[in-house]
């Protein structure tokens, strides 16, 4: 009788315990969904704990086997007759991580015992985590912050709280980068070498080059310019004015915010470094390119960085150099600038304009120089070479000769700035596409993009956006027709797909070339609209995990941020069943339309990002 009397109490027991589990988890699951927000960004939602958000330790060298069952990647958008259709969930990353950029994580090359070379700066390269060690979290917010400063006002300040590292402003105060006042972090607009202004550096600049005005614009014949070791981009924020885009580029170095900072004002912005493989961007893409005291070697490897700008500089395209090398104070100074004078007079550039610290060069119009120059280095390319090869391919000390059409041009052959935006570009040929077809793909993407306004229109003002990208941009019509909108865009091109990023850059536009199924190289929290057309179908065919996707776009993502999907209906279905997990919010569906360019089973589908903070960086805040 006493064993059955024990027996009933144990029953009893596990039943009462087993009632109060199914409690906590629905206390959880429903507390976990709730959200807060405010237009200044002040409140917050205490989600997570401090347990829940060592999710992703086996990327910190935890048990990669227990992590592992945590999270089960998905790539399939159609549902199998039985299969769980319950909504998915994501935990939250410990907050050191609120500034993760998966593949440029100076961890994962200590954990991975990678052997780099630090001399040509192969640790500042994308090294990507393998699955077993990525993290499968959401990246949370630093304490404290707010909803972003718009346009054109963030040109000059922003929030401190939401990048809080102030050490550049200590480090530069003497340059005038930036300034910490209060809870804003304030940017008078100088640099290492402009001081008193990117203003009058660029007024400087454009009068060296006797440009009337002294418009650096130069009647729209300088759209796209590349500023190498950009500091927080104030040279390209002051060029925005004079309808110059500016890609600004910075490694993840040892001022290491400098492109976080750039991307918060609303400047376009990239990661990346001069190293050993090709910068991401298309031969002949920018007619200026800028280094002030950008502190590269120039003279490595036999010239090969100067080489890399030879490549991506259009026929008479600049290089502005600004180094105490141009002005030669002492005996090393003098060396390098005899050196780089003979390195760059061998590439056949010449030099332009020089005064005082500063000296322009300029690349030859045809490969004439390049035919009757004295044999030896730098050697032209082979002829099998792809200039236009970027994705992984590693740089050459050699010169890109220019194609028999462009010869022939003498140039470039580009409209004026802002009608290139919409002139078939020369080099449409190089795909097969004819000038009809291209103005069919602007036409129809001016229509899609007036129709997305439509679904967003009761959610945006004016200044709501500002940093745009394109995940898969084809030609850029996306891009172009928004021109009047008030934003730039990055511009993306599948690393396996149509090259086109040339025909981009051609419209006066700026991008970058990049696989979904890695991390982008940018920091959380950089971009306010995503615009993602049959990427996820994209990535299904390659066998990657569109729920790493998923969450590599909240992470890019800025709180209060859109997403427009154009997709087929699986997929959207596929999405719709993760909006709680990542805090987003459906805004709008529609069909794809009657356009005959596109898929009819297209749906498109917008969703916005909620501000939310977790409980510890609500405590730390207060």
């Known amino acids: 009788m006493r064993g059955r009397s024990n027996g009933g109490q144990k029953k009893r027991l596990i ?3 087993c009632v109060v589990a199914i409690f906590l988890g629905f206390l959880y699951v429903y507390y ?3 959200f807060g927000s405010s237009s200044n960004g002040a409140s917050a939602l205490e989600y997570g704990s401090k347990s829940l958000r060592k999710f992703g330790s086996s990327y910190l060298g935890g048990d990669d086997e227990a992590d592992g069952k945590q999270y089960e990647s998905s790539t399939k958008f159609g549902l199998e007759d039985g299969e769980d259709v319950t909504p998915k969930t994501f935990l939250v990353c410990d907050d050191r991580h609120s500034e993760l950029i998966p593949c440029l994580d100076r961890n994962i090359i200590y954990q991975m015992r990678l052997k780099l070379d630090l001399s040509v700066m192969e640790h500042y390269e994308r090294h990507c985590p393998p699955p077993e060690r990525r993290y499968n979290c959401l990246i949370p917010p630093p304490a404290g912050y707010k909803i972003p400063i718009k346009w054109p006002q963030s040109r000059d300040e922003v929030w401190k709280a939401n990048i809080p590292h102030t050490h550049l402003a200590h480090e530069k105060s003497d340059q005038n980068w930036m300034i910490v006042q209060g809870e804003k972090i304030v940017f008078p607009g100088g640099g290492t070498h402009f001081h008193y202004g990117a203003d009058k550096y660029i007024a400087l600049i454009a009068n060296m080059l006797n440009f009337s005005h002294n418009n650096l614009n130069n009647g729209g014949r300088i759209r796209t310019v590349l500023d190498v070791g950009c500091g927080v981009a104030s040279f390209g924020a002051y060029l925005l004015s004079s309808d110059i885009i500016t890609m600004s580029l910075a490694p993840n170095d040892v001022h290491q915010n400098q492109i976080q900072f750039a991307l918060e004002r609303g400047i376009p912005a990239y990661l990346g470094v001069l190293g050993t493989k090709r910068l991401p961007y298309p031969s002949r893409s920018f007619e200026l390119a ?4 950008c502190r590269i070697d120039w003279l490595q490897r036999d010239g090969i960085l100067l080489l890399e700008l030879d490549r991506l500089l259009r026929p008479g395209g600049y290089f502005a150099y600004s180094s105490p090398e141009a002005y030669a104070q002492d005996e090393e100074d003098l060396r390098i600038w005899r050196e780089m004078s003979t390195l760059v007079g061998r590439m056949c550039w010449r030099i332009a304009a020089k005064r005082n610290q500063t000296v322009i060069w300029q690349k030859p119009l045809t490969n004439d120089c390049y035919m009757e120059r004295e044999p ?8 099998d070479d792809d200039p236009d090869s970027v994705w992984g391919v590693p740089m050459e000390a050699c010169i890109t000769p220019y194609s028999d059409h462009d010869q022939k041009a003498k140039g470039s052959g580009l409209a004026s700035w802002p009608a ?3 002139s078939p570009p020369p080099r449409l040929a190089d795909f097969g596409y004819s000038n009809e077809m291209f103005e069919k793909d602007t036409e129809t993407w001016r229509r899609q993009v007036e129709s997305y306004w439509n679904l967003l229109s009761p959610k945006i003002e004016a200044d709501t956006l500002r940093n745009v990208m394109d995940m ?5 019509s996306f891009a172009a027709a928004l021109k009047d909108k008030n934003v730039w865009v990055m511009n993306v091109i599948p690393e396996d797909g149509p090259n086109t990023l040339k025909l981009i850059y051609d419209r006066g536009l700026i991008g970058t070339t990049h696989s979904w199924c890695e991390a982008f190289s940018t920091y959380p929290r950089t971009y306010d609209l995503l615009h993602a057309w049959t990427v996820f179908s994209d990535i299904e065919k390659k066998g990657c995990s569109a729920e790493d996707l998923l969450l590599e776009m909240d992470r890019i993502l800025r709180p209060n941020g859109f997403i427009i999907v154009r997709d087929k209906r699986p997929v959207i279905d596929f999405i719709r069943k993760y909006l709680s997990a ?10 794809s339309g009657s356009d005959s360019e596109h898929e009819g089973d297209e749906v498109v589908f917008i ?4 501000l939310w903070l977790t409980s510890e960086s609500v405590r730390d805040s207060e």
């Open 15 to 17: 039943t009462l315990v």
């Open 290 to 293: 800028h280094c002030s005291r």
């Open 420 to 422: 290139r935006l919409t």
């Open 582 to 591: 990542l805090h987003w919010e459906a805004v709008a569906t529609a069909g």
């Open 472 to 476: 898969k941009a084809n030609l850029g």
């Open 32 to 34: 976990g969904s709730i």
């Open 376 to 383: 030896g280095n730098p050697p032209l390319c082979r002829s």
């Open 607 to 610: 969703v916005q990002k909620k």
